[in-house]
C-alpha cells in the first residue's frame, strides 16, 4: 500500500459525458501528479500541482483538467469524452516539488469510455 | 531528459539473480537514474536511483558504469513476484519530478 488513494476504481461510461477522478496523497506530500496508460501511448505524464498550484505539463489534451485542492487532494476532469480516453489514470505523490524524491503511485482508476 | 534504451523482454529463473540493462548514452552530468517497476496493471513502484556511485537497497542494486552511459539494476534472488515491467528513467533534478516513461522492459521470472 503506497498510502496514495483514488476513487474510483473503475468507471464506464459514454462518449461525450464528463467524468471526474479523484486522488489523495500520501500524507505530508506536497506534489501530485496525474498519468495515464493506454494500450497503444503505453504511461505518460499529465500534469503535476505541488500545493494547489499547477506546476509542469505533459500530453494533457485540452478536454482534461485538473486542479489541487487545499486539503491538497486532487481531481482530474475529463469531459467530451472519446473512445481513445479508455485508460488506466493514475495518480503519484511527492514530498516535494523538485530534488531526489521518488513518486509513490495510488492503485489507479481504469476509464471504459464506450 | 535523457532517452533510455532496454530491451523489450527478460527471462530469469527463480532465485538466480536478474540483471537489468540500460542504456542512455545521452545522459548529462546533473541526470539522476530512476528504476521503477508495474507489477501487472498495478500503480508503479519506486525501486532504486543514483547518480554516479552504485547503489543498493533492501529491494534491488544498482550499478552505474564510470563514463554514466549504461546502468544495471540487479534483483540479486528473483522471486515470481518480481515479474513485471521495469522501466529505466533519467532525469534531471529541475524544477519538477515528472517522469518520462518508455517502454521498459518486461522481466518473467519462471520456477
Known amino acids: 500500500d503506497s498510502g496514495v488513494t483514488q476513487t474510483p476504481k473503475h468507471l464506464i461510461t459514454a462518449t461525450g459525458q464528463r467524468v471526474t477522478l479523484r486522488c489523495s496523497p500520501r500524507?505530508?506530500?506536497?506534489?501530485v501528479y496525474w498519468y495515464q496508460q493506454s494500450l497503444d501511448q503505453g504511461l505518460q505524464f499529465l500534469i503535476q500541482?505541488?500545493?494547489?498550484?499547477?506546476?509542469a505539463k505533459g500530453n494533457i489534451l485540452e478536454r482534461f483538467s485538473a486542479q489541487q485542492f487545499p486539503d491538497l487532494h486532487s481531481e482530474l476532469n475529463l469531459s467530451s469524452l472519446e473512445l481513445g480516453d479508455s485508460a488506466l489514470y493514475f495518480c503519484?505523490?511527492?514530498?516535494?516539488?523538485?530534488?531526489?524524491?521518488?513518486?509513490?503511485f495510488g492503485p489507479g482508476t481504469r476509464l471504459t469510455v464506450l | 531528459d535523457a532517452k533510455t534504451t532496454q530491451p523489450p523482454s527478460m527471462d530469469c529463473a527463480e532465485g538466480r539473480a536478474a540483471n537489468l540493462p540500460c542504456n542512455h548514452s545521452?545522459?548529462?552530468?546533473?541526470?539522476?537514474v530512476y528504476w521503477y517497476r508495474q507489477i501487472h496493471s498495478q500503480g508503479p513502484q519506486y525501486i532504486i536511483h543514483?547518480?554516479?556511485n552504485n547503489e543498493t537497497n533492501e529491494m534491488a542494486s544498482l550499478i552505474i558504469t564510470e563514463d554514466r552511459k549504461s546502468s544495471t539494476l540487479i534483483l540479486p534472488h528473483a522471486t515470481l513476484r518480481d515479474t513485471a515491467v521495469y522501466y529505466c528513467?533519467?532525469?534531471?533534478?529541475?524544477?519538477?519530478?515528472?517522469?518520462?516513461f518508455g517502454t521498459g522492459t518486461r522481466l518473467q521470472v519462471f520456477p
Open positions: 543514483g547518480l554516479k
Open positions: 503519484a505523490s511527492s514530498a516535494g516539488l523538485a530534488g531526489e524524491n521518488e513518486q509513490f
Open positions: 545521452t545522459i548529462s552530468g546533473n541526470e539522476y
Open positions: 528513467i533519467v532525469r534531471a533534478l529541475a524544477n519538477t519530478d515528472k517522469l518520462i
Open positions: 500541482y505541488y500545493n494547489g498550484e499547477e506546476r
Open positions: 500524507s505530508g506530500d506536497l506534489s
